[in-house]
């Protein structure tokens, strides 16, 4: 398209007058053509430089023994910022490719900005400052990333217990994919964190992101990343994933028997060839990490039912840790007790706390559905509930929920009405239980329209341990509705 020809005119004077302001506002500016020779200099540069020599059509090493114009218009790229050393003084240069309106490469020009390169110094100044500050936070994110457990940190002197800290040890010392078992609030996150504490791989990235707690659809842009523009509404950078926040450490995944199965043939993927695409990228990127899973739910039923891959299953497999529940290690009740209030009395205001003799008779009689995580949230509670600086069996079974397992060797505690079935013959104090819990949840989900989420909610459950109860006590998907 041909332009107005006063539009034309003004280029062309934008142009002249852009050249005369370099040329007055530089120390020093010069024109080469396509072979590197001198179609143009300013005095001041000739002065500079003290050539006494016509300089025109001379080769520019000639004339600037260190100049890099020739790289300039062989290259064709600019180089915007560069020191070049003139005699004993340092000068501050800037180059750039010059090309006809065909976009034919046909010369270079160059702008001595300064004679001195202190003149750069408020920049550089500012620059440094910058990257001091990337540098800090850079370590406090890294610091953020680190493990904050250790194996020594795992309470317990139980044989079970001894035999996990046994195999964590190993597991550590070994690169392999490590799958951890066992129930909610046995310490799975914690074990991973000690594992990944005790490995060569310490001073990395531990990286741990829960999949039952990240929506369906947001799941793989958060494990993979996104690329630049990959949808409406995306951010213009690259978004980094999980998966590459972790490069060189551990990614841990937790509650992975909740993981979709579309998203288990990518994640697959990246443990057999360790490598994984971005959402909406087609650039393969190459990760080395280690990865630890966890989950509560039974994944051999899982594999058999066809919710989880079996070759997924297999690559998980390889190095299996089962934490043991706290009802089959009450022996390390009375430890683990201390340490938890040791930890209430250090982040709280309350007074330091012991443990009567028949309160830890009391803890070890009752059966710890929701294990060591429950175990703290009713000492908490206590601690909240009384001034006493020792904790009585009272004390303990005013903190316990009022909806919890009866406690062992208390069955006559029980009203008979309840242990006895409508024949009139005794029930087992089991299938109370089995019965009560089946009702409650049967009464949830009536409650919430069948969503499993505010069902679990509402009985105070992970969604994840709302399935596996579920399937536990034989409740079908289509009887949410029945009493």
């Not at 000639?62 to 020739?70: K, L, Y």
């Not at 202190?118 to 680190?146: C, D, G, I, V």
């Not at 043939?265 to 990760?287: P, T, Y």
């Not at 280690?290 to 594999?303: E, G, K, M, N």
Request: aromatic letters at 4%.
């Amino acid at each position: 398209m041909s332009l107005d020809p006063n539009f034309e005119h003004l280029r062309a004077r934008a142009v002249e007058s852009l050249f005369q302001h370099f040329a007055d506002a530089c120390v020093g500016l010069i024109v080469v053509d396509k072979d590197a020779r001198i179609a143009w200099i300013g005095d001041r540069y000739l002065e500079l430089l003290g050539y006494p020599k016509e300089p025109l059509g001379k080769p520019v090493e000639e004339v600037i023994p260190n100049s890099q114009m020739r790289h300039v218009v062989e290259s064709g790229q600019p180089m915007l910022i560069d020191l070049m050393d003139i005699g004993k003084r340092t000068i501050v240069v800037t180059r750039l490719p010059l090309r006809d309106d065909g976009g034919t490469l046909i010369g270079a020009i160059g702008l001595a900005l300064f004679d001195r390169a202190e003149h750069l110094r408020p920049l550089m100044s500012k620059y440094q400052r910058l990257q001091e500050e990337l540098t800090r936070t850079r370590q406090e994110l890294a610091n953020e990333r680190r493990a904050k457990y250790s194996l020594s940190q795992m309470i317990g002197n139980s044989e079970a217990m001894r035999e996990v800290k046994r195999l964590a040890r190993r597991a550590a010392q070994m690169d392999s994919t490590v799958l951890l078992l066992g129930e909610t609030g046995t310490g799975k996150e914690l074990l991973a964190h000690g594992i990944h504490a005790a490995s060569p791989r310490a001073n990395a990235p531990f990286v741990g992101v829960n999949v039952a707690a990240i929506p369906e659809n947001l799941l793989e842009a958060e494990l993979f990343g996104v690329a630049p523009g990959a949808y409406t509404g995306a951010d213009r950078r690259l978004r980094e994933g999980k998966f590459q926040l972790a490069n060189g450490g551990t990614l841990f995944l937790d509650e992975i028997g909740d993981m979709p199965l579309p998203l288990q043939a990518k994640l697959l993927r990246v443990l057999q060839e360790r490598e994984f695409e971005a959402v909406g990228s087609n650039k393969v990127v190459r990760v080395d990490l280690r990865i630890i899973a966890a989950t509560s739910r039974d994944l051999d039923a899982l594999v058999r039912d066809k919710q989880f891959r079996a070759d997924l299953y297999y690559r998980l497999n390889v190095v299996p840790i089962t934490l043991p529940p706290l009802r089959d290690r009450t022996e390390d009740i009375a430890s683990i007790a201390d340490r938890i209030l040791d930890d209430l009395t250090l982040t709280s205001a309350s007074p330091s706390r012991d443990l009567a003799a028949e309160a830890i008779a009391a803890l070890k009689a009752y059966d710890w559905p929701g294990n060591v995580r429950e175990l703290r949230n009713v000492l908490e509670r206590v601690s909240a509930m009384t001034d006493d600086v020792t904790l009585t069996p009272a004390h303990i079974a005013a903190a316990l929920p009022r909806s919890a397992p009866a406690q062992r060797d208390t069955t006559e505690e029980v009203p008979a009405s309840l242990l006895r079935s409508v024949g009139g013959s005794p029930r087992a104090l089991t299938d109370v239980l089995k019965d009560t819990e089946r009702a409650a949840i049967i009464g949830a989900l009536a409650r919430t329209g069948g969503v499993k989420a505010q069902a679990a909610k509402l009985l105070g459950i992970s969604r994840a341990s709302l399935y596996e109860r579920m399937q536990a006590l034989g409740i079908r998907e289509d009887m949410q509705g029945s009493a």
